[in-house]
RNA sequence: GGACGUGUAGCUCAGCGGUAGAGCACCUCGUUGACAUCGAGGGGGUCACAGGUUCGAUCCCUGUCACGUCCA
């Protein structure tokens, strides 16, 4: 006997051990098995499982789930991210925290061990966490950014897009984090909108014939500045153009050069020029070969290239000195409050600096053509296919992708440098020597590019990579493509841009033919979850409470394309009462020996509720199979909501009570037998969402009756029933049978009846298939409706209550108890609206333009309508007359 | 400033040309042998606004307003 309701904290362990010990998680071998294949968006390995993680990793798994039954060769690859910057900040503070010395301190080969030490510590716990939503990965598959294999793919790739001058050291002005004191790339660059000033400075022409006024935001820039732009076309400052100012505070000479960067309409039509320091004026001072001077180190503090009162102070201590300089020397011209867009660093939020330095950049614009190609023609479709405009957006007006961060946690740039500093760039530190040895005719010391990659340089590659690549391994074979991706829509640039660029550039195809992004899961207030805000929800809280299942399928169900989730605990709860639900079905069908029979034929069914309920299965079993396959995910839980809970315990159970309790037995035999194989399927069809109770549920049921092929739900078949044709007729009948009873039932409640009260369900007028159909399932009608009988009577005697099902009157004589000025209410509000009906519908068809255009069926769909409202109304119009 | 998305019952959201739906919340009734993590019934909506297309618009088109996200 099934206990009172499921037990998560006990089955959920023993259960998810059961799969993995069974090699469930694993692909078939079988080499005829269709490939299906999903590699997990990698978390970072020190992290641990948010909300968005669940929703992410439970869609992917109620795929994965789904192809498996259905007999593919299902390979979900999982693995985590080194995350580069996220890790070493982590490791930073923990250290600063500790009071130990800093990472510059202790040195590079310290720092990493330390790192390596803690994600030894904690870089289980992501996976752990995993295994508890239920996510069916393949482990021993699993991969890491910084293992050796993905290592060797990531200098395979580096030294390979190098030489193909795809990748190349340059110097340029770069997004720099004066915090993390690394270069970003302009991704991770965040504009936020804040309160600012507009100084106004003035510079005095060096043949003292004037000043010209500028405005900066920046006041400390001036210290580099090289030059004054104004506007050519600008009549004020034609005959200043080509003379020179005298740069307050520093004195160098700088000229005034005619560009059109300067806007005649913005402030005083005149810009100060600070290549080094700004992307806009590095573009000018290209034009007219100013100097580039960076006044800043890579502390975000004023260098030796600044005069000596201003060196090693701070950017915004220099700013403010700055200020206070031009008003001491009466240069001040006015300022003016302003809101304007400063960039800040995404990890640090610190203020980042446009930053003049050498780094790796690659030819991003080169690599995504192909990548652009691919999603055009469809060889990867996104979905929703919104996304194709951003991602199309983005990729045609793509950036060169600053590869080198100034981190140590990452993968070493497998690039060294001769004396002289000409550089090799090979994929080991040997053959960098032999290239060295090559170049200079003689063995010479090198040393090592101090940087690291960008993490999603690796992560770029993580589709072939994880496959084995650059090896010719047997899973790159048989699973590359991939078929779906699943991820977030806020990594499209970051992460499936460059899977897609780096995958059709080394492997010449797509990376996966199908991308599905998922919702994000928002705060309350809309604001996407991050650790830096602290507003992260937790799963593993949400799963000890209710369930794994519980939390999955709410997450399934909320998942609609293109919607931000909002979450709330009731809904969970909602859930989580489902699975009880569904549990207790079971439990009844338990109780009543409805279990497997051997060599029962769906088919051959006779009893009408039995065929209406086993074309109800087969039409949700074919409406769900094309949800998932479609990512639809939510519209495939809302299809099993209604069809486990409406349907099957609703009506289909409480329908075949009289037959399991009553005295025919091939009858009852056919409803256990029917009972049992509906709520087989129910668990095949339910398994991909609530893995762990349909798992409990099939087990329990093992031993009752009929053997099953597959002792374990995970790797039982999906239920194929197309071949079951539906049955019109009994699906009319049971319509009718239910439509009666909910109609009474309806009648009894508004007008009071007694529940003790059990009177005849009177069958005034209908046609002889209705009476004869409400005759054969008096028993049913008489138990759910609790009337005694049900009987045919030519006409309703007086103080009967009518109500009309489907063209047919129905009476219950239950005048004693009601009092006749709520029956009188009643039928009014009833004959109101079939008035309002019969309104609407007979204005429609007296518009000759209706008749004449709209479908054939849709105005015979109206008319029997009008007529049906008509008749009713009429009968209830009879009734409320002889109240009177 | 551009792009995209969203405005449907008190709340969270489905529906997206042919009689407005679900869950939760609310009200009434109910421990009848699966289930009170439950059952039965009920109230509650000019489908943001204004035009247009159509025989017909919550659904398609245009505009307006509000909110959100991304990119400048």
Request: net charge negative; glycine share 6%; aromatic share 8%.
């Amino acid at each position: 006997m099934l206990d009172k309701s499921f037990d998560p904290k006990t089955a959920e362990p023993r259960l998810y051990a059961r799969w993995e010990a069974s090699g469930a998680f694993s692909p078939t071998e079988d080499p005829s098995a269709e490939p299906f294949s999903v590699v997990i968006p990698p978390p970072n390995v020190t992290g641990s499982l948010h909300i968005g993680h669940a929703l992410n990793n439970t869609l992917q798994d109620v795929l994965i789930r789904f192809e498996r039954m259905r007999g593919k060769a299902a390979l979900w690859l999982p693995g985590t991210d080194h995350a580069g910057i996220a890790t070493q900040m982590v490791v930073e503070r923990q250290l600063a925290a500790e009071g130990n010395l800093g990472r510059r301190d202790m040195g590079r080969e310290a720092f990493l061990e330390r790192v390596w030490a803690w994600k030894a510590e904690s870089g289980g716990t992501i996976t752990r966490q995993l295994r508890r939503l239920g996510a069916s990965c393949d482990w021993s598959r699993e991969r890491f950014t910084l293992d050796e294999g993905l290592s060797a793919a990531v200098r395979k790739v580096f030294v390979t897009l190098h030489k193909q001058g795809l990748l190349y050291r340059d110097k340029r002005l770069v997004n720099w984090d004066p915090h993390l004191q690394t270069a970003i790339s302009d991704l991770e660059v965040e504009q936020r909108e804040v309160d600012g000033h507009f100084w106004r400075f003035a510079y005095p022409l060096e043949d003292g014939s004037g000043e010209i006024v500028v405005a900066t935001t920046r006041p400390e820039t001036m210290l580099g500045d090289t030059a004054v732009a104004v506007n050519p076309k600008d009549e004020r400052y034609a005959h200043l153009v080509g003379k020179q100012v005298r740069l307050p505070i520093v004195g160098r000479l700088i000229p005034i050069v005619a560009d059109d960067y300067a806007d005649p309409e913005k402030g005083s039509g005149a810009v100060k020029i600070t290549p080094a320091h700004d992307f806009n004026d590095f573009q000018v001072g290209k034009r007219h070969g100013l100097e580039m001077i960076n006044i800043l180190d890579d502390f975000g503090c004023i260098s030796d290239a600044a005069p000596d009162a201003y060196r090693g102070l701070d950017r915004f201590v220099a700013r403010k000195k700055v200020v206070a300089e031009f008003e001491a020397l009466e240069l001040l011209r006015g300022i003016d409050p302003t809101r304007h867009v400063v960039p800040h660093g995404d990890r640090s939020g610190v203020v980042v600096e446009p930053y003049l330095t050498d780094q790796w950049f690659v030819d991003a614009a080169t690599l995504a053509k192909p990548a652009i190609a691919a999603v055009e023609d469809g060889r990867t479709v996104l979905e929703p296919a919104a996304w194709s405009k951003t991602y199309f957006e983005w990729m045609r007006n793509i950036e060169p992708w600053c590869v080198s961060r100034q981190l140590w946690w990452g993968h070493r740039i497998p690039a060294w440098y001769g004396p002289d500093g000409t550089v090799f760039v090979e994929e080991s530190e040997a053959e960098a020597r032999a290239a060295a040895a090559a170049h200079y005719g003689t063995e010479t010391p090198l040393r090592q590019d101090d940087d690291v990659l960008d993490t999603w340089f690796s992560s770029g590659l993580w589709p072939f990579s994880t496959l084995g690549w650059p090896e010719e391994t047997a899973d790159l074979k048989r699973f590359y493509p991939t078929h779906t991706l699943v991820t977030g829509f806020d990594i499209i640039f970051y992460w499936v841009a460059r899977m897609m660029m780096l995958g059709m550039h080394f492997t010449g195809e797509v990376p996966f033919r199908r991308v599905f992004f998922n919702a994000l899961v928002r705060d309350a207030s809309g604001k996407k979850m991050s650790k830096s805000k602290g507003n992260v929800m937790d799963p593993l809280d949400l799963i000890d409470s209710y369930g794994a299942d519980a939390l999955r399928f709410t997450l399934t169900a909320m998942s609609g394309q293109g919607r931000d989730i909002k979450l709330s605990t009731q809904r969970i709860e909602g859930y989580r009462n489902f699975g009880t639900k569904l549990w207790n079905a079971s439990r009844f069908c338990q109780v009543n020996g409805c279990v497997r029979v051997e060599g029962f034929d769906p088919a051959s069914a006779k009893g009408a509720v039995n065929r209406w309920i086993i074309g109800e299965t087969a039409r949700t079993a074919a409406a769900v199979t094309e949800a998932i396959a479609g990512c639809s995910f939510d519209e495939a839980a809302s299809l099993l909501y209604r069809f486990i809970w409406n349907t099957y315990c609703d009506w289909y159970v409480e329908l075949s009570k009289p037959v399991l309790n009553g005295a025919d037995l091939d009858a009852q035999a056919e409803s256990r037998a029917t009972a049992a194989w509906v709520l087989d399927v129910i668990l095949k069809l339910l398994h991909p969402v609530m893995p762990f109770l349909t798992e409990e549920l099939w087990d329990q049921t093992a031993d009752l009756g009929a053997a099953r092929t597959e002792p374990l739900l995970i790797s039982a078949r999906w239920p194929d029933l197309s071949a079951l044709a539906p049955d019109p007729a009994a699906a009319a009948e049971v319509g009718l049978v239910i439509a009666a009873i909910a109609e009474g039932r309806s009648v009894r409640s508004e007008l009071n009846v007694p529940l003790g009260a059990r009177p005849p369900l009177l069958v005034v007028e209908a046609d002889a298939a209705q009476s004869a159909v409400l005759a054969a399932y008096a028993p049913v009608i008489g138990q759910m409706l609790r009337v005694s009988e049900v009987r045919v009577e030519a006409s309703a005697p007086t103080g009967a209550i009518p109500f009309v099902v489907q063209g047919a009157t129905l009476a219950l004589p239950v005048a004693e108890f009601i009092d006749l000025a709520a029956e009188k209410a009643r039928l009014a509000k009833e004959i109101a609206g079939l008035a309002a009906t019969a309104d609407q519908t007979r204005r429609k068809l007296d518009n000759p333009d209706f008749v004449a255009r709209a479908p054939e069926e849709v105005v015979e769909e109206n008319r029997e309508r009008l007529a049906e409202a008509e008749a009713a109304r009429e009968r209830l119009q009879a009734a409320l007359a002889r109240l009177s």
